[in-house]
């Protein structure tokens, strides 16, 4: 049975914290549906682990129903979340169009969208035609080039602002929200002051949840290691090391050998070739 918001909202009243991972296609999600991880987010982040770009800002909506059609194919069990890109909440009518569309035409559950009471408007009107949001404060990768990839509210004013965003999110109707690198003290006094959970990447542990790229947590990638990911599994090595195997094994001879083909009897081989 899938995971619900009110699941979600259960477990948090409970104390107990949960865990949130990206994916991005079939196989991923239905990795994700053999473990106990809940949530699944279908993040923008794949403008960049899967599409190859230097940010989030290329992808378009049509991306994201893509992949978010395939995660919820891949998996029966976790709530998927889809990301609204960049662009789209610029205009609040563009913004409801795409995040029906993802929720129809992509089968996820719930919305995220970045901002805080810049986008408070959105998220009530998106809520109040049935849509569930998930906000996302402090970092915003889709204001990298205004913001820069760096912690969000280390000084009192910057601090104060990401609270008052955190709270706007809350009162518009958001059902979670996404802290993103902001110093583990303030997260965990938002987290406190909130009534709905607080999903941390790059906020310490003082968070209700808390979200990983798959990438990261996988160490698909040898060179890149944010600050606030644990290397779970290195998955990256093992598959170059696999790769390479594969690669030696057609170049001896030893691949395939006979338990990787079919067979035909000589007889039938026979009367083929004689019919040619």
């Known amino acids: 049975m899938r995971t619900t918001i009110q699941s979600i909202r259960t477990a948090y009243e409970a104390g107990e914290r949960f865990a949130m991972v990206t994916a991005y296609d079939y196989t991923s999600a239905q990795f994700v549906d053999r473990s106990s991880v809940p949530l699944i987010l279908v993040g923008d982040s794949l403008g960049m682990v899967v599409q190859g770009n230097d940010s989030t800002l290329p992808v378009t909506v049509d991306d994201m129903i893509y992949h978010t059609r395939m995660v919820v194919r891949g998996n029966s069990n976790a709530l998927v979340v889809g990301d609204l890109p960049f662009g789209v909440t610029a205009i609040d009518d563009d913004a409801v169009r795409a995040a029906v569309r993802l929720m129809?035409?992509?089968g996820c559950q719930s919305v995220k969208l970045e901002g805080g009471t810049s986008v408070a408007a959105l998220i009530r009107r998106l809520v109040d035609v049935g849509i569930p949001v998930m906000g996302h404060v402090g970092f915003t990768?889709?204001?990298v080039h205004a913001?820069?990839?760096r912690v969000q509210g280390r000084d009192e004013a910057n601090a104060r602002r990401i609270l008052?965003?955190?709270l706007a999110v809350q009162e518009a109707g958001a059902w979670a929200v996404v802290l993103e690198l902001v110093p583990a003290e303030l997260?965990?006094?938002i987290t406190e002051r909130l009534s709905i959970p607080t999903i941390g990447i790059g906020a310490g542990a003082g968070c209700s949840g808390q979200v990983q790229v798959w990438h990261d947590l996988l160490g698909l990638y040898e060179d890149f290691v944010p600050r606030h990911a644990r290397r779970f599994r290195s998955l990256g090595a093992e598959t170059v090391a696999a790769l390479d195997e594969y690669a030696a094994a057609v170049s001896d001879g030893s691949f395939p050998g006979p338990e990787n083909a079919s067979t035909m009897d000589a007889a039938t081989l026979a009367r083929a070739l004689d019919d040619e």
């Open 104 to 106: 129809q035409q992509g």
């Open 141 to 143: 990768p889709q204001s």
């Open 147 to 149: 913001l820069g990839t």
């Open 164 to 166: 008052e965003d955190a």
């Open 187 to 189: 997260a965990a006094a």
